[in-house]
Structure formats: C-alpha cells, structure tokens
C-alpha cells in the first residue's frame, strides 16, 4: 500500500517555473514507478510524464524539453520539475505509482495522491 501526497502547486505567470513533489509513504517506494498526469477543466486526464524504478523517463510530447521528472528514493519523493510554463499548462496535476507497470495509461497506476492546482496566467 502506498499513500502519494503532492505539493508544490500555485499561481504562476507564463514562463514561470514550478516544481511539484509527490510525497509516498511505505519504505519499498523505490519499487514503484510513479507518473504524472493533470487533468483541466472539462478536459479528460492527460499523461504528463513517467519515471520508471531506475529512474529512466519519458514524456507527452507537449511537456518534452520543459518538464523533468526525477525520483529521490532516500526522501521516498519523486519531482516534477517544470520551465517556461504556458497557460495551457493549467491543471490539477496528480502523482501516481505502481509497483508493476509504467507508462502513459492512468488506468496502469494503482495508487493516487490528491491532486495539487496548477495555474499559470497570460
């Protein structure tokens, strides 16, 4: 079992940068993969980014270059590290992990945290 809490969200103005955290509970976090994805109003959870157990990621095309996800396991936290944010990055993001499959389908995570706003103005 493993519990996500993430943090890190707010308002920013376009170009900003933000970095968001996903705190996990459990010590076999390093175990787990962990993605992101964020979801705007109206619009269907989109796939954001992945970190795999040894740390290896991948990304939507539209975060590629900006975005960068990394994982400390020693702090059970994995990062999502985002640069020159557009307004069209407005969402709540939410971390996810599971411990036998990554990738870019929600429905392969087993485990979410919350959510946390992320709004960035014109």
């Known amino acids: 079992q493993v519990q996500l809490v993430e943090s890190g969200g707010g308002l920013v103005q376009t170009g900003d940068s933000l970095r968001l955290s996903c705190a996990a509970s459990?010590?076999?976090?390093?175990?787990?993969?962990v993605g992101w994805f964020r979801q705007a109003p109206g619009k269907s959870r989109e796939f954001v980014g992945y970190i795999t157990t040894r740390g290896n990621a991948e990304y939507a095309e539209s975060v590629k270059g900006r975005f960068t996800i990394s994982r400390d396991n020693a702090k059970n936290t994995v990062y999502l590290q985002m640069n020159s944010l557009k307004p069209e990055d407005t969402a709540v993001y939410y971390c996810a992990a599971d411990a036998y499959a990554s990738g870019s389908s929600p429905g392969l995570y087993d485990y979410w945290g919350q959510g946390t706003q992320v709004t960035v103005s014109s």
């Open positions: 459990g010590r076999t976090f390093s175990r787990y993969a």
